[in-house]
C-alpha cells in the first residue's frame, strides 16, 4: 500500500481526524492496542506494516508514526532506510526552516519528521523512523514548535 504524506491531510488512507473505527478500515491488516501516548489514549499498531496511528480526543487520529516495513513518502521520495544526510539535504532545500535535532529533524512546514538515532554523528546510517503529524500536534504535546 502506499503511503503519500499529505501535508496536515495526512499519509495514504489515513487521515487526520480519522475515527479509530475508520483508521482500521482502512489499514486492514492485524492491529493490538498500545499505550505509546501522552494523550491518555490508545493507540493502535499494526505490526505486519510497522504503523503506530496515536489519537486525541476525542479519539480522533493526530499522528501516524512509521518504522517499516510500510514506508511514507512525500513528493515521490521514500524514507526509510535511506541515509539521514541525503534526506535532511534533500528535506532543507524545500523546507530551510527545518528544525535539526540530534535524531533527526522536523519539518513543521510539511508536517513530518525523520527519526535517525544517530542523524548528527553518523548521517551516512539510514533513516528509521517516520512521524507525520497534523497542524499544532506539537504545541498541543508541549513540544518546540520553532520558537
Known sequence: ?????????????????????????????????????????????????????????????????????????????HFLGRPYRELEDWIRKLDPDALLENAGLTSHKFGFGLYAPSAQKAPEQPVEGVLVFEKGYYDQHDRSAGE
Open 1 to 77: 500500500m502506499d503511503y503519500e504524506i499529505e501535508s496536515y491531510v495526512g499519509v495514504g488512507p489515513i487521515r487526520f481526524g480519522m475515527s479509530r473505527e475508520d483508521v482500521r478500515k482502512a489499514v486492514t491488516s492485524p492491529v493490538e492496542t498500545a499505550a505509546r501516548t501522552s494523550s491518555g489514549i490508545p493507540s493502535d499498531f499494526f505490526p505486519a506494516d510497522g504503523i503506530f496511528v496515536y489519537y486525541r480526543q476525542p479519539g480522533i487520529t493526530e499522528a501516524v508514526e512509521f518504522s517499516g516495513p510500510c514506508s511514507p513518502a512525500f513528493r515521490g521520495e
